[in-house]
Nanobody, 117 residues
């Protein structure tokens, strides 16, 4: 079972940058994704990347501001977040997409990102 550990969250001012990291215990999944959940809202997709080809996908709300990347040698996925807005405030979680089910079956504990004005 894949274990995921996120890091890099924090409190920043609007316009600042943060980089989140997600270290996976193994690289058996087909892809990794970042999701976020703001207070009172449902969890939403942010970005994803495939391990093999590095294909990336982004939510419209973060396109042009966030960049997902991976380091296969370290089994780590990153989310570089630039030009942060108050609306980006949320708990960010990484997840691993299972090869067989195609679903994000494995989740990290989440890291808080708070953007102040």
């Amino acid at each position: 079972q894949v274990q995921l550990v996120e890091s890099g969250g924090g409190l920043v001012q609007a316009g600042a940058s943060l980089r989140l990291s997600c270290a996976a215990s193994e690289r058996t999944s087909s892809a990794m994704g970042w999701f976020r959940q703001a207070p009172g809202k449902e969890r939403e997709f942010v970005a994803s990347i495939t391990w093999s080809r590095g294909n990336t996908y982004y939510a419209d709300s973060v396109k042009g501001r966030f960049t997902i990347s991976r380091d296969n040698a370290k089994n780590t996925v990153y989310l570089q977040m630039n030009s942060l807005k108050r609306d980006d405030t949320a708990v960010y979680s990484c997840a691993a997409r299972d090869h067989q089910t195609g679903a994000y079956d494995y989740w990290g504990q989440g890291t808080q990102v708070t953007v102040s004005s």
